[in-house]
């Protein structure tokens, strides 16, 4: 699978630790940076990259890391054809996967456990969608894009 990454300055040593768990599982990480480091940077200009990649199907999936994952979410939803989601935990990212067909994982580099980061990494990209009842609910999310 394909799968854009991103981040910002608070970002960047995990967008580094996720590009590598990826490429280690067998699967192509996009980076659309920051590559700046702990250089202040907007994290609204590398996640709309990101999510543009996936919104275009240049990419399956992305992952975008700022400090809570609050703000690449919000920026990632702006972009036609994604369903980010937050996840703090592994309920909540396997759930958005199952349920939501999230195709955009955002995590914050303040609140993330590092132990358990890769798992939510694995989770992330294994898990398939359910379907059934749940893509009828997903058809009218993306049905509110056009209204």
Request: net charge neutral.
């Amino acid at each position: 699978m394909k799968i854009a990454l991103a981040s910002d300055h608070r970002g960047f040593e995990y967008k580094d630790l996720i590009a590598g768990y990826l490429t280690k599982i067998g699967h192509e990480a996009v980076d659309f940076g920051t590559k700046n480091g702990s250089d202040s940077v907007d994290y609204t200009d590398y996640g709309l990259l990101a999510a543009k990649a996936v919104g275009s199907g240049e990419c399956e999936r992305a992952i975008l890391v700022c400090g809570t994952g609050l703000g690449m979410s919000l920026i990632a939803n702006k972009v036609k054809g994604v369903r980010a989601t937050v996840c703090h935990d592994l309920f909540t990212v396997e759930m958005s996967r199952r349920h939501n067909d999230a195709n955009v994982l955002c995590l914050g580099a303040d609140v993330v456990n590092h132990d358990l980061l890769e798992q939510k990494i694995k989770l992330f990209v294994e898990t398939k969608f359910e379907g059934g009842r749940h893509a009828r609910r997903v058809g009218k999310i993306m049905d509110a894009e056009s209204s």
